[in-house]
């Protein structure tokens, strides 16, 4: 038989924790909240439940030329929590600057603001809750 790769290797697909609704917390003591909604269409439209959301580290260029480069470790940077509405929730974030990335087994991306292009790098402070509000999916 084909030695193909079993429920605990890379490349297995996280499991989406949809809840009917999620709460948004106060931030622990030192640490960070991120959400917002995947809705496809935008405003109004329909939950997006494709892929695994990530907030992957980021780190800018050294020329304003080129896009931030993303690192994403699946085991140890943040996964998403994420309802029946759409929303996705990142509780106890450590400060930092992240990109948010969708994650899939056959590769991932970091996500672009649909209005400007620009990926959508999120500066967590610490005792913060960052709203992203609704990112459009199309």
Do not use: C
């Amino acid at each position: 038989s084909y030695p193909g790769p079993d429920n605990t290797s890379a490349g297995t697909a996280p499991a989406l924790d949809l809840v009917p609704v999620l709460d948004v917390p106060s931030p622990a003591s030192g640490l960070g909240v991120v959400t917002g909604f995947l809705l496809v269409g935008g405003e109004g439209g329909q939950p997006y439940f494709g892929n695994a959301v990530y907030l992957g580290h980021a780190l800018a260029p050294s020329d304003p030329a080129f896009p931030p480069m993303i690192s994403l470790s699946e085991s140890e940077d943040p996964l998403a929590v994420m309802d029946q509405t759409g929303r996705f929730l990142f509780v106890d974030v450590e400060p930092g600057t992240y990109g948010l990335v969708l994650w899939s087994p056959v590769g991932s991306a970091p996500m672009q603001d649909p209005a400007t292009g620009a990926y959508m790098i999120i500066e967590v402070k610490a005792d913060q809750v960052i709203d992203l509000g609704v990112i459009p999916i199309k």
